[in-house]
């Protein structure tokens, strides 16, 4: 069965860095898209970052533009996101998801807490 | 970019029908397919329309999806309602370099 599995959050002070990995299994990862949706604490969903099946191409929410990296290892089945001069604001739940127009199956998801 | 507007909260009885509604502000509705999700609390979302009004395998029939161009807004039905379908509902669609998601709809079944 399809599985997406996040790691690499915990807490980190405002301006440093951090890299969320997302391994996936149950599915061919190099024939599809891959997405980053993030949801802070008692909000909603938001789009952070897609990428493409060949790593090709790539777009991002206004929010993390020139501030987060997507990327991918097709040999390895891991999805990434670099997430570089953290605010307070990027606290939040952050999912991957396997899609390309749309998420069709979700991780469970890791949780990033910017604070000081 | 455009944006989706729904609903804050929805609530209705067990058994009843409900229709939760997701306007697009800016460009036409029927222009990219729309998406509806369901996250329960602690749960991570899935899917349970994609493509207007296609439903992924183990989603029962009673949930369904359609799209109004006249009022340019996608909805989300859900028939003969459970105490399992209390949840956020979250449309979602798309442009060329975009991903966009409606703000979300607290469904209260009581």
């Known amino acids: ?116 | 970019n455009f944006m989706l507007t729904q609903p804050h909260s929805v609530s209705e009885s067990p058994g009843k029908t409900v229709t939760i509604s997701c306007t697009r502000s800016s460009g036409s509705i029927a222009s990219n397919y729309v998406q509806w999700y369901q996250q329960r609390p602690g749960s991570s979302p899935t899917t349970v329309i994609y493509e207007d009004n296609q439903r992924p395998s183990g989603v029962p029939d009673r949930f369904s999806g359609s799209i109004d161009s006249s009022s340019n807004s996608a909805s989300l039905t859900i028939s003969g309602l459970k105490t399992e379908d209390e949840a956020d509902y979250y449309c979602q669609s798309f442009d060329i370099n975009n991903r966009v998601f409606g703000g979300g709809t607290k469904l209260t079944v009581l």
């Open chain 1, 1 to 116: 069965q399809v599985q997406l599995v996040e790691s690499g959050g915990g807490v980190v002070q405002p301006g440093r860095s951090l890299r969320l990995s997302c391994a996936v299994s149950g599915f061919s990862f190099i024939n599809y898209g891959m997405h980053w949706v993030r949801q802070a604490p008692g909000k909603g969903l938001e789009w952070v970052a897609i990428i493409s099946y060949d790593g090709s191409t790539e777009y991002y929410g206004d929010s993390v533009k020139g501030r987060f990296a997507i990327s991918r290892d097709n040999s390895k089945n891991t999805l990434y996101l670099q997430m570089n001069s953290l605010r307070p604001e990027d606290t939040a739940v952050y999912y991957c998801g396997k899609g390309w127009k749309y998420v069709d199956y979700w991780g469970q998801g890791t949780l990033v807490t910017v604070s000081s």
